[in-house]
């Protein structure tokens, strides 16, 4: 069993940052991989950024060049830097976990960039 808890995610500009947190407890040997998700309003969720088990980066054309995704592993934390943030980046956003064929979930983050 992993926990997932999330923090960072709040209201802002067009044009500005967050970082957001996740960290991961309980069963965490063996996790394939990390990542963040992001569904917004109406729309299905989406891979945003993603350690792969080969421990490659992976993200999506929308956010290349303005997120970066990182992780701290002593504090079993991974973060999103979100920098330039556009109104089309308002989501809640989710950590997301696969360890031993099982996907595990944070409650999400809500993450609102007005314009």
């Known amino acids: 069993q992993v926990q997932l808890v999330e923090s960072g995610g709040g209201l802002v500009q067009a044009g500005g940052s967050l970082r957001l947190s996740c960290e991961a407890s309980?069963?965490?040997?063996?996790?394939?991989?990390m990542g963040w998700y992001r569904q917004a309003p109406g729309k299905q969720r989406e891979l945003v950024a993603k350690f792969t088990s080969g421990g490659r980066t992976i993200y999506a054309d929308s956010v290349k060049g303005r997120f970066t995704i990182s992780r701290e592993n002593a504090k079993n934390t991974v973060y999103l830097q979100m920098n330039s943030l556009k109104p089309e980046d308002t989501a809640d956003y989710y950590c997301g976990v696969l360890r031993g064929a099982q996907t595990y979930w944070g409650q999400g983050t809500q993450v609102t960039v007005s314009s």
């Open positions: 309980g069963s965490i040997f063996s996790i394939n991989s």
